[in-house]
């Protein structure tokens, strides 16, 4: 099978994977870490500053893949602190309209880089 891939400019991979990729309809989105594209460093701060980031990286394959937030299906958060569900909830809830993505929301006991959240995403075209 082959398959069509999207990378974005201004989202980061650390490894062997496309940041997205199309089958059928729908478009899955590899996990973005709060990496800034420019230095390859995680962004410093707290969950909420990580979480707009992953937001960031994830939004940018996207566009990349011709595609919007309101195209997103289902979100997968992890977090390495369920402490920081309610903060990372805040944030979430600004990057979506009403009716919201189905998601899900797993703790996890790390992720690479140190990150205290990872999002990916499943978005369908048309």
Partial sequence: M?????????????????????AG????????TPIYAAT????????????EQCFKNL???????GLTPDDVVKVNV?????ANFSAMNAVY??????P????????????PLGAQVELEMIAKRG
Avoid at 59 to 65: D, E, I, R
Wanted: glycine share 8%.
């Fill in 93 to 98: 809830e600004k990057q979506f309209s009403a």
């Fill in 78 to 82: 992890f977090l390495t602190d369920m």
């Fill in 2 to 22: 082959s398959r069509k891939a999207f990378n974005a400019e201004g989202a980061v991979a650390v490894g062997p994977y496309s940041h997205a990729v199309e």
């Fill in 40 to 51: 390859g460093k995680l962004v410093e701060g707290d969950i909420a500053a990580q979480t």
């Fill in 59 to 65: 939004f940018t394959v996207l566009a990349a893949a």
């Fill in 25 to 32: 309809d729908f478009v899955y989105l590899s996990g973005q």
């Fill in 100 to 111: 919201y993505p189905a998601r899900t929301t797993i703790g996890v006991a790390s992720l």
